[in-house]
């Protein structure tokens, strides 16, 4: 009887194991850039890098993944989704596996960029496998289960990389209170250097663990049915079908799937019909200004921008997990509402309060007083916000170098935290989801690997030049300024979602194709 009824009107739990196993890439995909947070200025010490070698050991992971994104269209087109996500799977254990061990820097630069390439594949065959399973009904709620899988591994890295560093901290103060006098240097030096020696490859080491849950769990999916009734395996796509929608179902999507199938030259080429300029542009798009946001600068380098308003380390990730918490917080509320209000509401809402959080990070930076701090035989001392003027004095009597930065009082760091707090919520619901599910839905079914192929390795483009760039801009231009340009950007965004973007909500993928054609003739 059961098996009637699974016949008859499909399974939905059988559908969301196979969207929830997918996801799980998205959670590595989180869990291998937040990571970044956690193990820059550990790096940077144990490997004696400088500000240009540390930024290409956290960015390496974004060349990998452009590479992945690159080459996954081809393959997931010729070899199937799942095929590809496997190959994922074992490159993100093996990446882990790696970068936990490294003694040079060049191994661990390796490592990395093997996840990055894990990322790059799994980040463009994810979302186009879970588009293919899903009903047009629930496809922009499952869709973003993509998104939350990224956000759940970003906070869980997040909480990971405190909590090793609150032991390392552990570990110093009770060899503090233990050490006799005799042997205090010694025990000084290793107890300090205990997250220096250990705690950055736990960090890095611990994506092992949901790595081989990912592989373990891909064997219990199935291909998706319209890769194999495009590639003439109708069969199989028959007996998948009937299992996710039902026999009464099945007939309709394979003759839909066919329809359309049959009019496509699958190539590359493609693309740049008259029919499928305006997806390619929505797609190209969504990837770069979804991170021309500026949302990796928080990512990447939030303890270095806390850290900037004077919060002390242990604050500074406190403060980071706390991200991550808002983050995973309102992905489910685009989970929730995507498929009610539609992509283009939700980007819409989004964009405008990214322009207006943004904005106010900028102007916190900018208002914030003065302060000055002198160093004398690299001994620097702050001195609160007595004026430049004063310290400069001070400082040409003493011989000694002056800098002068922004400094925070509390109610300062409270604006900053809430304005950052507030640009992550207003991403998570819109900047963050959208892009992954309108470029897995907007392309025909034969050429939609090499087209998500496109927009993804465009997505990580952008990624890679953002985490290049932010470190410098901060060092040259300054945070107001580079908040500012974020800010903008995001209003870019906003014109273009309000005039251009179109609704997918409710359509089949085929409808979908059909309405580019329609909108050329």
């Not at 899988?149 to 032991?167: F, K, M, P, Q, S």
Request: proline share 3%; aromatic share 10%; glycine share 8%.
């Amino acid at each position: 009887m059961e098996t009637d009824k699974i016949n008859t009107n499909g399974s939905m739990k059988v559908i969301v194991a196979a969207v929830a196993t997918a996801a799980l890439a998205g959670l590595l995909f989180g869990y291998d850039t937040g990571v970044a947070s956690g193990i820059q200025k550990y790096l940077q010490t144990y490997f004696h890098l400088g500000s240009a070698g540390i930024g290409f050991v956290i960015a390496c992971l974004d060349l990998g993944a452009i590479i992945g994104a690159l080459l996954a269209g081809t393959l997931a087109d010729h070899f199937g989704r799942k095929s590809v996500l496997l190959v994922c799977a074992v490159l993100f254990a093996i990446s882990g596996l790696l970068s936990a061990i490294p003694q040079q820097v060049w191994e661990l630069v390796v490592a990395r960029i093997l996840g990055g390439l894990a990322i790059g594949a799994s980040s463009m065959v994810a979302p186009v496998y879970i588009a293919e399973i899903s009903p047009e009904k629930h496809r922009g709620r499952l869709g973003a289960l993509f998104q939350l899988g990224i956000v759940v591994g970003i906070a869980l890295v997040y909480w990971v990389n405190y909590g090793i560093v609150v032991h390392g901290n552990a570990v110093h103060a009770h060899d503090l209170a233990t050490m006799t006098h005799g042997t205090a240097a010694a025990a000084l030096h290793q107890s300090a250097s205990w997250n220096l020696r250990i705690g950055w490859r736990l960090m890095l080491g611990s994506e092992i663990l949901p790595a081989l849950l990912f592989l373990i769990l891909l064997f219990g999916i199935k291909e998706s049915p319209r890769w194999l009734i495009v590639n003439n395996r109708e069969a199989e796509a028959r007996t998948i079908l009937q299992r996710l929608f039902g026999s009464e179902k099945t007939e309709t999507e394979i003759k839909a799937v066919k329809a359309v199938a049959s009019e496509e030259e699958g190539q590359y080429s493609e693309l740049f019909k008259p029919q499928y300029r305006l997806p390619l542009i929505v797609a190209l798009f969504l990837a770069v200004f979804s991170q021309f946001s500026g949302i990796n600068s928080i990512i990447y380098y939030a303890p270095r921008v806390f850290a900037a308003a004077g919060m002390h380390t242990s604050n500074a990730f406190g403060a980071t997990a706390l991200i991550g918490m808002v983050n995973l917080l309102f992905t489910f509320v685009a989970v929730g509402f995507v498929d009610k209000a539609g992509r283009k509401l939700l980007l819409a809402i989004g964009t405008a309060i990214q322009v207006v959080a943004l904005a106010s990070v900028a102007l916190v930076f900018k208002l914030a007083p003065r302060a000055a701090q002198f160093s004398v035989h690299d001994h620097v001392t702050v001195q609160g916000s007595m004026s430049a003027a004063a310290f400069r004095r001070l400082a040409e009597s003493m011989h000694a170098h002056i800098t002068v930065a922004p400094y925070f009082g509390p109610t300062q760091v409270l604006i900053l935290l809430i304005s950052i707090l507030v640009f992550i919520a207003a991403f998570a619901i819109a900047m963050g989801p959208m892009p992954w599910i309108i470029i897995s839905e907007i392309f025909p079914a034969r050429i939609r690997g090499r087209a998500a192929s496109v927009g993804v390795l465009t997505l990580w483009a952008a990624i890679f030049v953002v985490a290049q760039t932010f470190p410098i801009l901060k060092t040259h231009a300054g945070l107001t300024i580079t908040y500012m340009l974020y800010s903008i950007c995001s209003l870019i965004s906003f014109l273009f979602v309000i005039f251009i973007l179109p609704e997918t909500k409710g359509r089949t993928l085929e409808e979908i194709e059909t309405s580019w054609r329609h909108r050329v003739s």
